[in-house]
């Protein structure tokens, strides 16, 4: 394969600026110019305000549910974009946290749709690769299994609460292999399943940044459910490397599981914050909430074989990073929450 004229590749995020788009920027930073759209919708400034130092990286303060022309940006003049094109487009502009289904039910709604229309566009323009990102819930209830392989086809409630996020997510994933049957665009789906690190918003049901601030101030770590309630748990620095392999593999894999094949009870994980905390505080059992579903873990099966992926960060480790991270921080993202 003949080598680019070009230096470096350019990457276009869209939700860069949110938890998993941030770090996935950070990574990308290290061989890539990397165009970073966010409106701030459902993410925050201060994820990426240690990134607006470095010359190969720019934001662009855009709803990406209107369409993009990405070369009417004076910023962008130095990325040679009408010359170089984009290479690479990583798509994660949706609202994600169980409290955002509730209260920006249409800016989700857009995003699975129209943001899917305006993003693959600029892939069929620019011949570039794309990633999606999806959802663990396109399987459905994870009552029903505890684990999901890629080829399992989920049944999903398109009337109800949260089929905005849930329905949109297999909507967009449909568009995504629209525009690889019609335009043979090099266009791949990551189904995402829970992840957890650093940069985390508070109090949107996203239940660990929650719990460490409980902690931290004495006071109840909330778990809406019973004891048995139940997830799996990927560390966001597994989640970006599976990411970049993915983006980086062969035009046949089109599907991959991006998460955890091990189930922990929430419980359990909250018994281990308040002991890494050296907490005081006890845990409340509350009725499960609406938009809080029960999640499954992956099958890894498929993606270790392809990509050659697996979680890497334990547990225990990727707790104690997002604890420090917390503690540093909890000033500033209390601020944040309150605004």
Same mark, same amino acid.
């Given at each position: 394969m003949d080598s680019p004229i070009f230096?470096?590749?350019?990457?276009?995020?869209?939700?860069?600026?949110?938890?998993?788009?941030?770090?996935?920027?950070?990574?990308?930073?290290?061989?890539?110019?990397?165009i970073c759209v966010d409106d701030f919708s459902n993410s925050d400034p201060s994820n990426i305000n240690h990134l607006l130092q470095y010359p190969d990286f720019e934001f662009i303060n855009y709803d990406i549910s209107k369409p993009l022309d990405i070369e009417q940006f004076e910023e962008l003049n130095k990325f040679k974009i009408k010359f170089q094109g984009i290479q690479e487009i990583y798509h994660l502009a949706c609202p994600t946290s169980p409290k955002d289904f509730e209260k920006l039910k249409m800016n989700t709604l857009a995003a699975n749709s129209l943001s899917m229309f305006n993003t693959l566009d600029l892939a069929v323009r620019y011949k570039a690769k794309y990633v999606y990102a999806s959802s663990s819930v396109v399987y459905g209830d994870a009552a029903n299994s505890n684990i999901f392989k890629e080829t399992d086809l989920g049944i999903v409630n398109h009337l109800s609460e949260r089929a905005c996020y849930d329905e949109g997510k297999k909507f967009a994933e449909t568009c995504v292999e629209t525009y690889h049957q019609v335009y043979g665009v090099d266009a791949k789906i990551a189904r995402v399943f829970t992840t957890y690190g650093p940069r985390m918003r508070l109090f949107q049901g996203l239940l660990i940044p929650d719990f460490?601030?409980?902690?931290?101030?004495?006071?109840?770590?909330?778990?809406? /459910?019973? !004891?048995?309630?139940?997830?799996?748990?990927?560390? =966001?620095?597994? =989640?970006?490397?599976?990411?970049?392999?993915?983006?980086?593999?062969?035009?046949?894999?089109? =599907?991959?599981?991006?998460?955890?094949?091990?189930? =922990?009870?929430?419980?359990?994980?909250?018994?281990?914050?308040? !002991?890494?905390?050296?907490?005081?505080?006890?845990?409340?059992?509350?009725?499960?909430?609406?938009?809080?579903?029960?999640? /499954? /873990?992956?099958?890894?099966?498929?993606?270790?074989?392809?990509? /050659?992926?697996?979680?890497?960060?334990?547990?225990?480790?990727?707790?104690?990073?997002?604890? !420090?991270?917390?503690?540093?921080?909890?000033?500033?993202?209390?601020?944040?929450?309150?605004?």
């Open positions: 230096e470096k590749k350019n990457v276009l995020v869209t939700g860069g600026a949110g938890f998993i788009g941030s770090h996935l920027c950070e990574r990308l930073l290290k061989e890539a110019k990397v460490i601030v409980s902690a931290i101030e004495g006071e109840p770590l909330v778990v809406y /459910g019973d !004891e048995e309630f139940s997830t799996s748990l990927c560390y =966001v620095d597994d =989640v970006v490397t599976a990411f970049t392999k993915l983006m980086s593999s062969d035009p046949e894999v089109k =599907v991959a599981n991006i998460g955890d094949d091990k189930i =922990v009870k929430i419980a359990d994980v909250a018994r281990k914050i308040i !002991e890494k905390t050296n907490s005081s505080s006890k845990i409340s059992f509350e009725p499960s909430i609406l938009f809080l579903s029960k999640k /499954g /873990g992956a099958n890894l099966t498929y993606v270790k074989d392809v990509l /050659g992926w697996m979680p890497l960060v334990r547990l225990e480790d990727g707790l104690d990073k997002t604890i !420090e991270y917390v503690v540093a921080n909890k000033e500033a993202l209390l601020f944040n929450h309150r605004r």
